[in-house]
């Protein structure tokens, strides 16, 4: 199973709506990621989470907030967000630590959730 | 600061070879990956290069000079399906990758 899934595939929030976003891996990976990627544009690292602690902040701004209750899963929670903020935001996961070193593995993407904010 | 640039661009023939080039500037540098990605669809991993050299997987094969900050990207008997945005990413710290603008490849019949 080399699938990472993200729910829901489509979301519309308003501005003063709190919504949370959903990524779930069963490879036994222990790093995941959230980027969000504008039309036309490359991914932008947000957060990586390894071994269920933060270790990336990419200086989001906190009505992004994210969360790894499990080595399984990942959610974004977003509140007070702004129509810029519409994108794609993809999950990804790859296998973590080796030898006490983050390895640089391939990650795998998750379908994404296509964000738009009124 | 990092920076990495590729061709916005390319358009190639079915059948035909294309190259696509990468080049970085980039503070600290331990690999660079390239994902291709087709229209609203996520980035599926192609290749990661560290060490210098070509790395030949399929119709897909890879360059890397670690000395120039170059890459290139070299895609065989190309595929209408092979039509996609093809990004470049350099890892220069772990767990995070820093990603070029991408290059959108069109083939034409």
């Known amino acids: 199973d080399t699938e990472v899934t993200q729910t829901p595939k489509h979301l519309v929030m308003g501005m003063t709506n709190k919504k949370s976003l959903k990524c779930e891996q069963h490879?036994?990976?222990?790093?995941m990621y959230w980027y969000k990627q504008k039309a036309k544009k490359p991914p932008e690292l947000m957060f990586v989470y390894s071994y269920e602690k933060l270790s990336i902040n990419e200086s989001v701004p906190s009505r992004f907030s994210p969360e790894c209750p499990n080595s399984s899963l990942l959610n974004l929670h977003l509140h007070a967000l702004q129509p810029e903020d519409s994108a794609l935001y993809l999950c990804?996961?790859?296998?973590?630590?080796?030898?006490?070193?983050?390895?640089?593995?391939?990650?795998?993407f998750g379908p994404g959730t296509r964000l738009t904010v009124l | 600061g990092q920076n990495i640039d590729q061709p916005t661009e390319m358009t190639a023939t079915e059948g035909a070879i294309v190259q696509i080039n990468c080049t970085y500037q980039t503070s600290g540098f331990n690999g660079l990956f390239w994902y291709q990605q087709h229209a609203g669809e996520a980035p599926t991993f192609l290749s990661y290069n560290v060490l210098d050299g070509l790395e030949e997987k399929g119709r897909f094969s890879s360059f890397l000079s670690r000395s120039k900050g170059y890459s290139y990207l070299l895609l065989k008997e190309l595929q209408m399906k092979d039509s996609a945005s093809y990004l470049c990413a350099v890892d220069t710290n772990a767990g995070k990758s820093t990603f070029g603008d991408g290059t959108t490849l069109t083939v034409k019949p």
């Open positions: 990804a996961s790859s296998r973590g630590l080796a030898g006490g070193q983050l390895t640089r593995d391939t990650q795998y």
């Open positions: 490879m036994g990976h222990r790093a």
